[in-house]
């Protein structure tokens, strides 16, 4: 009998045991969920010719362009695996779409890999962008449109002169005036038209328009508009969306045969009221560069990057500028800018080549000249300090 109870018990144990065992639900690993990641940065060098030939401590100013969707706070150049000049970003969040000008000047004869990689803040890196140059004894120039095989001007190599749009750039599609003679400005896309004016070497235009083959640029001229020639212009900036605003490079002719009749007609169009025009206003937004230098070979080179903006409310017309170096009172002139709009920016990369120790200060003037009436005229300057060790 006790035996049939204990029997009894155990059956009954091992069924309450399966009753918990079916309702409890399977246990479940937890997964591994992948972190969405953004794309890497993306940069291409836009200025550098592959196997270009340079001169043996000659300047090359790359330009690169850089995209992310993230922000880019760093650029790196290297020259044969050596860092050779950084990029850094003013804003902690980067930059999204930036072209930088980064510098580099070879000091032994042969061939240079050049790579340029962009970084986030994270460390995230863009992939290598990469292009070879040859160094020589002496730089191979390039031809300009129109220059003569025995003249040139200060600053060329070769009886070639220097060209004056190498080291510019421009945050919207303008046209600077390559041709050591200048650049003829015509009223419409032809050679046959009179030109209303020269444009000197090193004058910066905006682009507005261009003709389907795209031998003209149309370009502002005050109020209105005119051509040049893509022959005497280098392109800045980007330029990709310019409209098509004149057939070929012949100006449109509508013939209308005599016997037919043409009627004029006008339609009154009610007067508009005045409004209050909002005068330009030029400042210098901004002057980037290296803060500290060690001099090599008894000097030093590194370009400084000035950004003048008009933050008034109309065109500024044309206007000259300025860098004054001190001690010493060294000007140079930069480009003449034929104008800029409102809430339009000038980027002037310009280098510049210390000889000797000390502390340096960089002043710019927008408007050096005076030839544009601003809403304010006390804000037209900045300055950077350079210091040069040995």
Known sequence: MRYRIAFLIL?????????????????QRPSQVTPQTQGRPQVTIVSVTPG??????????????????VGVTRVNLSANGQVA????????????????????????????????????????????????ITVGAAATATRLPGASSTGGTSGGTGGVPANPCLNVSAT?????????AGANLRPAPSTQTTPIRVLPAGTITAITGRTSDNQWWQVREGNGSAWLSAT???ALGICTSVPVVANSGNPTQIVIPSSTPVVLTSTPIPAQPTSTRVPPDLVVASITGAETLQRSGGSVTSTYTIVITNTGGSATGTFSSTLTVLPGNTVTNLAAISSLNAGESITLPTPLTFTGAGTYTLNVRADSGNNVTESFEANNTNSFVVTVTN
């Not at 059956?11 to 079916?22: D, E, H, P, S, V």
């Not at 919207?172 to 050591?180: D, H, M, R």
């Open 11 to 27: 059956i009954m144990l091992w069924a309450f045991t399966a009753c918990n065992l079916a309702g409890e639900p399977p246990t």
């Open 52 to 69: 270009q030939s340079v001169g043996l401590n000659q300047q090359v100013i790359l330009t690169a362009a850089v995209t992310d969707t």
């Open 85 to 132: 000049d950084t990029f850094s970003s003013a804003s902690s969040a980067g930059e999204t779409n930036r072209t930088v000008q980064l510098d580099f000047t070879p000091r032994t004869v042969g061939v240079v890999t050049l790579e340029v990689v962009a970084s986030r803040l994270d460390g995230t890196q863009s992939e290598p962008a990469t292009t070879q």
């Open 172 to 180: 919207v599609c303008s046209a600077c005036i390559s041709g050591a």
């Open 232 to 234: 005497v212009v280098t």
